[in-house]
């Protein structure tokens, strides 16, 4: 497949090496000259210098034989100009657009075939909205990602000193068999695909996967109170936190929101109904200390500023809020927070990846999602009936070291799979990989499972 990304940003860099490390003949096009040689010396990829709103750049390219056309830049504009100019120089090409401004959204229409004719737009303000309710909906998680429509949840729990599983082998949890699987483990900036023998350690981050009807199990092992959330105070009010602030009116959890900014206050308070609008800095101590900080079950810092996020999520902590959730736009920043006493970090970049990805791997994959950063990846696959792993227990199946299977989804059964487990065609599966693993699982799955 060529795919053209434009931008080589946060975005376009990390969708580019994710492609280029599967083999895929990526072209990516960017005016900056320091984000074209980021890209040279760091990617085995194409690269051209100029604006990808230029016809002539476009067909250098190589626009009319592509197949996909991924527009990531910073600005929504240039991306829908993209998009329209690759309808014109190639009409079978697929087009994804990043696109925030809330403006464009609500006008659906234009989209359209009879307009722009984009095939999928990329809001990662949304992504991020879905991602904090779920955080907040699961009490000790720093990371809850969704599959099969909500019924099988993964989940990344951070193991403290006080964790009971400390030392514990993977093997030893048999009471908990056919309830929920650890699919991976992040531990320091490594991530291991586990086997029965592995323990676990203090300060890992362990990803398990488990029914969403089932989660109580996961609250008794990891010593969870399942009372909810009641208060959050938010600090932001850009897009995101205005979306957020907007869910959360709708519901009967106490909400406060804080911004610097006056006119965007005014504007929020005329709006919202239940949640509190505060006209102030969220990094003023005195001020969290008056909005009672301390009896608040999640901070949430959204921000436009990564290091404004950070200090105000560590204030938050110290002043006693029970979580915190930050919003961190670099991405190499992710694999450290949780070494500073971050509970939870949320990315628009990585939001981003992950829908671009799903989309790109089209075939029978229905999700895919990065762990950490990009280490590993939880990918959801439809099994064919004449893939070679089907009617054959897991035990015996030829997987490549580095991948396992976490769930198997059949019509309305959820199967946490053991060592006898069975595959059958029409089977959803859940399967956990190695960054570096992707390509062997890519070369199995593509003749048995239409992996693309």
């Known amino acids: 497949m060529k795919i053209i990304i434009v931008g080589a940003g946060e975005v376009g860099f990390h969708i580019a090496s994710r492609l280029s490390n599967e083999n895929q003949d990526v072209v990516l096009i960017d005016k900056d000259p320091q984000k074209i040689k980021r890209i040279t010396e760091n990617l085995d990829v194409q690269t051209l210098l100029g604006s990808g709103t230029s016809p002539r750049i476009l067909k250098d390219s190589g626009i009319e034989d592509a197949d996909m056309l991924v527009a990531a830049t910073d600005s929504d504009e240039a991306n829908l100009i993209s ?21 464009y959204l609500e006008e659906k229409n234009l989209f359209g075939q009879e307009h722009l004719g984009i095939d999928r737009i990329i809001n990662p303000q949304s992504v991020m909205v879905k991602t904090i309710i779920n955080l907040m909906k699961v009490p000790g998680a720093s990371e809850v990602i969704d599959f099969s429509g909500g019924r099988v949840k993964l989940i990344g729990f951070a193991i403290t000193k006080n964790s009971p599983l400390i030392g514990r082998q993977l093997l030893s949890f048999k009471e908990l068999e056919g309830k929920l ?64 602030s907007d869910e959360l009116d709708k519901t009967k959890i106490s909400a406060k929101i804080i911004e610097k900014d006056t006119e965007i206050c005014s504007h929020l308070a005329a709006k919202l109904q239940r949640v509190i609008v505060i006209n102030g800095d969220g990094t003023d101590r005195s001020l969290l200390q008056e909005e009672n900080i301390k009896d608040a079950d999640f901070m949430v810092a959204i921000t436009g500023d990564d290091e404004s996020n950070v200090l105000i999520s560590l204030l938050a902590k110290k002043l006693g809020v029970k979580r915190t959730i930050t919003r961190v736009g670099k991405l190499s ?58 009617n054959v227990p897991l035990s015996k199946l030829k997987f490549p070291k580095g991948a396992i299977v976490g769930a198997i989804v059949r019509g309305e059964e959820i199967i946490i799979p053991r060592g006898d487990s069975i595959i059958i065609p029409k089977d959803r599966l859940i399967i956990f990989a190695l960054d570096q693993i992707v390509p062997k699982l890519e070369k199995l799955l593509t003749v048995k499972l239409e992996y693309f």
């Open 181 to 244: 699987l650890v699919g991976a483990i992040a531990r320091g900036d490594q991530v291991i695909i586990p086997t029965g023998s592995d323990k676990i350690k203090l300060d890992d981050l362990v990803y398990i996967v488990a029914r969403n009807n089932e989660l109580n199990h996961i609250f008794e092992l990891f010593n969870i109170g399942e009372e909810g959330f009641r208060r959050v105070i938010i600090v932001g009010a850009g897009q995101t936190g205005a979306v957020l």
């Open 333 to 390: 920043y992710v694999p450290i927070l949780s070494d500073i006493g971050i509970d939870s970090v949320i990315s628009p970049r990585l939001s981003a990846v992950r829908a671009i990805l799903q989309y790109i791997r089209h075939g029978k994959i229905i999700t895919v999602a990065p762990l950490m950063g990009e280490q590993a990846e939880a990918i959801e696959a439809e099994a064919l009936e004449t893939s070679d792993i089907v």
């Open 83 to 103: 998009c329209l100019l690759a309808r014109n120089l190639n009409k079978y090409i697929v087009k994804i657009a990043r696109v925030r401004n809330k403006e």
